[in-house]
């Protein structure tokens, strides 16, 4: 990847290297638009094969960002970093974990203010406390908005709510969803699924996962490759992205793709109209995964966090989504095209609004 021409070419304003020698850290953090407010991301810690695969996901994962918050209406520009490493070997050395982080810290406080980091995957709330003790500049912390995976899960349930309404104008209730990825926001997601009545299916790499969501809300097991095949109304990817391929896509049996992954669609443009040629509507994901985002944007608030304002915030997702799907039917253009020219609007009519004084 030619990394200043993908930059310009959609946009991106910053992308930083960090490496501290002392506890070995290596982290990517880049900062894709500040147009709407400073750029607000979580923090993914991940073993990425090379360095050239982490710069990769973290460009895509802050774009992403951006179009999340600019859809959900915050005050709010899209960031992301990303951690090369073996997080559970940090967390087994609780001295090292603990100069890890505020060495991280220290180096999002030298950005000063443009980016703000959350919890994502391999980090934790604890991880947050850490950053907090060098830098104001975090949020997902403990006594405030805390893990945003509950209200994660809770805007793509809204989401998955708005599909089977413009899909099937039904309910959830009797609806075979299959779940790919029981961590967090998937474990929140079947509990919501459970008790809607949905009927679930999941899959994970992890066994321990799989067995907690089976016993607690009965839910059927299947291999990790197996969950394309499965017979489902609904795929629910809550895991990693790109999980929509030329590999998987000829296997979905499903009417709806929904989930909590970011990036699901590998190539957008080539994977998003063959699922609309199956016949499969895609909800875009950075709407549908956009709870948690909103939640800790209220840490922010004036008078500090607000779960009340948080929750009828996430509430609105269900009714973003059934725009999206309506005006994508109406228009013959794929759900994704759809949100982005909408989150695009907003961005550039606040561009233009910022050039009115100098």
Same mark, same amino acid.
């Given at each position: 990847?030619?990394?200043?021409?993908?930059?310009?070419?959609?946009?991106?304003?910053?992308?930083?290297?960090?490496?501290?020698?002392?506890?070995?850290?290596?982290?990517?953090?880049?900062?894709?638009?500040?147009?709407?407010?400073?750029?607000?991301?979580?923090?993914?810690?991940?073993?990425?094969?090379?360095?050239?695969?982490?710069?990769?996901?973290?460009?895509?994962?802050?774009?992403?960002?951006?179009?999340?918050?600019?859809?959900?209406?915050?005050?709010?520009?899209?960031?992301? *970093?990303?951690?090369? =490493?073996?997080?559970?070997? !940090?967390?087994?050395?609780? *001295?090292?974990?603990?100069?890890?982080?505020?060495?991280?810290?220290?180096?999002?406080?030298?950005?000063?203010?443009?980016?703000?980091?959350?919890?994502?995957?391999?980090?934790?709330?604890?991880?947050?406390?850490?950053?907090?003790?060098?830098?104001?500049?975090?949020?997902?912390?403990?006594?405030?908005?805390?893990?945003?995976?509950?209200?994660?899960?809770?805007?793509?349930?809204?989401?998955?709510?708005?599909?089977?309404?413009?899909?099937?104008?039904?309910?959830?209730?009797?609806?075979?969803?299959?779940?790919?990825?029981?961590?967090?926001?998937?474990?929140?997601?079947?509990?919501?699924?459970?008790?809607?009545?949905?009927?679930? !299916?999941?899959?994970?790499?992890?066994?321990?996962?799989?067995?907690?969501?089976?016993?607690?809300?009965?839910?059927?097991?299947?291999?990790?490759?197996?969950?394309?095949?499965?017979?489902?109304?609904?795929?629910?990817?809550?895991?990693?992205?790109?999980?929509?391929?030329?590999?998987?896509?000829?296997?979905?049996?499903?009417?709806?793709?929904? =989930?909590?992954?970011?990036?699901?669609?590998?190539?957008?443009?080539?994977?998003?109209?063959?699922?609309?040629?199956?016949?499969?509507?895609?909800?875009?994901?950075?709407?549908?995964?956009?709870?948690?985002?909103?939640?800790?944007?209220?840490?922010?608030?004036?008078?500090?966090?607000?779960?009340?304002?948080?929750?009828?915030? !996430?509430?609105?997702?269900?009714?973003?989504?059934?725009?999206?799907?309506?005006?994508?039917?109406?228009?013959?253009?794929?759900?994704?095209?759809?949100?982005?020219?909408?989150?695009?609007?907003? !961005?550039?009519?606040?561009?233009?609004?910022?050039?009115?004084?100098?």
């Amino acid at each position: 990847m030619n990394k200043f021409k993908y930059m310009e070419d959609y946009g991106y304003e910053q992308l930083c290297y960090f490496h501290d020698k002392y506890t070995d850290l290596k982290a990517i953090v880049c900062v894709h638009n500040t147009v709407l407010g400073p750029a607000l991301g979580g923090t993914r810690f991940w073993n990425y094969p090379c360095e050239e695969e982490a710069a990769e996901d973290v460009l895509r994962l802050a774009r992403g960002m951006t179009y999340k918050s600019a859809l959900a209406g915050l005050a709010l520009g899209g960031g992301k *970093a990303v951690i090369l =490493g073996d997080s559970k070997g !940090i967390r087994r050395e609780p *001295a090292r974990r603990e100069a890890f982080w505020r060495a991280f810290g220290r180096y999002i406080h030298g950005l000063s203010g443009r980016y703000i980091t959350a919890e994502d995957v391999g980090t934790s709330t604890q991880d947050m406390v850490y950053i907090h003790m060098e830098t104001p500049h975090v949020v997902g912390l403990p006594g405030r908005s805390g893990d945003p995976s509950p209200y994660t899960a809770l805007g793509v349930f809204k989401s998955i709510q708005a599909c089977c309404k413009h899909v099937y104008n039904d309910e959830i209730e009797g609806k075979t969803v299959a779940v790919q990825g029981v961590g967090n926001v998937g474990y929140y997601l079947c509990k919501h699924l459970n008790e809607n009545g949905a009927k679930i !299916i999941v899959a994970d790499v992890s066994d321990e996962r799989v067995t907690r969501v089976v016993e607690e809300f009965g839910a059927t097991a299947v291999d990790p490759n197996d969950i394309y095949d499965a017979k489902a109304d609904i795929y629910a990817p809550c895991a990693l992205g790109a999980t929509v391929n030329d590999d998987t896509l000829p296997k979905l049996k499903c009417k709806i793709v929904c =989930g909590g992954a970011n990036n699901v669609l590998k190539d957008p443009r080539v994977h998003g109209k063959a699922l609309r040629d199956r016949g499969i509507v895609y909800a875009p994901d950075y709407l549908a995964n956009a709870g948690g985002v909103i939640n800790v944007s209220y840490e922010r608030a004036e008078g500090g966090y607000n779960e009340e304002a948080a929750l009828r915030d !996430i509430d609105r997702i269900y009714y973003r989504m059934g725009d999206i799907l309506r005006s994508s039917d109406e228009t013959g253009k794929l759900t994704f095209e759809t949100a982005d020219e909408m989150a695009e609007a907003r !961005i550039e009519a606040v561009r233009n609004t910022r050039s009115i004084m100098a």
